[in-house]
């Protein structure tokens, strides 16, 4: 405690000097729990500062500490999903006005399952197995299968 609280003034000697240990506020920001407010009070440097450099020098996302491959991928899942059900809803009000189902739907349906076999295959390989099927993605392919026959159907 003693020794951090010594290192804690030497940073803020510094950041009064006008020099900030930028490699040091580089480590904080992408490797340590401290929110950017907190980065920037520890450092004396205002957080565009650090927002700045971050976006320039390339750093490491902070969100992407807290994403692993398969909550990404559920995500990403979940996300295809509702816009599945979003486009159905709107072919479906489509023919009970009486309008053609639009063509773009169709394509746009056929490009979120190849979207969905690229997830599948990605999940597979950052994890270093062979794809395999989960039941949602699935399911999912099963409903993209049936809304595009049903439709070439019309």
């Given at each position: 405690?003693?020794?951090?609280?010594?290192?804690?003034?030497?940073?803020?000697?510094?950041?009064?000097?006008?020099?900030p240990d930028?490699?040091?506020?580089?480590?904080?920001?992408?490797?340590?729990?401290?929110?950017?407010?907190?980065?920037?009070?520890?450092?004396?440097?205002?957080?565009g500062?650090?927002?700045?450099?971050?976006?320039?020098?390339?750093?490491?996302?902070?969100?992407?500490?807290?994403?692993?491959?398969?909550?990404?991928?559920?995500?990403?899942?979940?996300?295809?999903?509702?816009?599945?059900?979003?486009?159905?809803?709107?072919?479906?009000?489509?023919?009970?006005?009486?309008?053609?189902?639009d063509?773009?739907?169709?394509?746009?349906l056929?490009?979120?399952?190849?979207?969905?076999d690229?997830?599948?295959?990605?999940?597979?390989?950052?994890?270093?197995?062979?794809?395999?099927?989960t039941?949602?993605?699935?399911?999912?392919?099963?409903?993209?299968?049936?809304r595009?026959?049903?439709?070439?159907?019309?």
């Amino acid at each position: 405690m003693v020794e951090e609280l010594g290192q804690n003034e030497a940073r803020a000697a510094k950041a009064a000097a006008g020099k900030p240990d930028w490699p040091l506020i580089r480590r904080d920001y992408e490797e340590s729990d401290l929110t950017l407010d907190e980065i920037a009070a520890r450092h004396g440097v205002k957080k565009g500062q650090i927002s700045y450099r971050a976006r320039v020098e390339d750093w490491k996302p902070r969100f992407l500490r807290e994403l692993d491959s398969s909550m990404f991928a559920r995500r990403l899942l979940a996300i295809l999903g509702q816009q599945i059900v979003k486009i159905e809803k709107q072919m479906k009000s489509r023919i009970r006005n009486g309008q053609e189902v639009d063509g773009k739907d169709v394509a746009l349906l056929n490009t979120m399952a190849r979207t969905l076999d690229k997830l599948i295959e990605l999940d597979a390989r950052t994890k270093g197995n062979k794809a395999k099927k989960t039941p949602q993605a699935e399911n999912l392919r099963a409903q993209l299968a049936q809304r595009i026959t049903e439709l070439a159907r019309r």
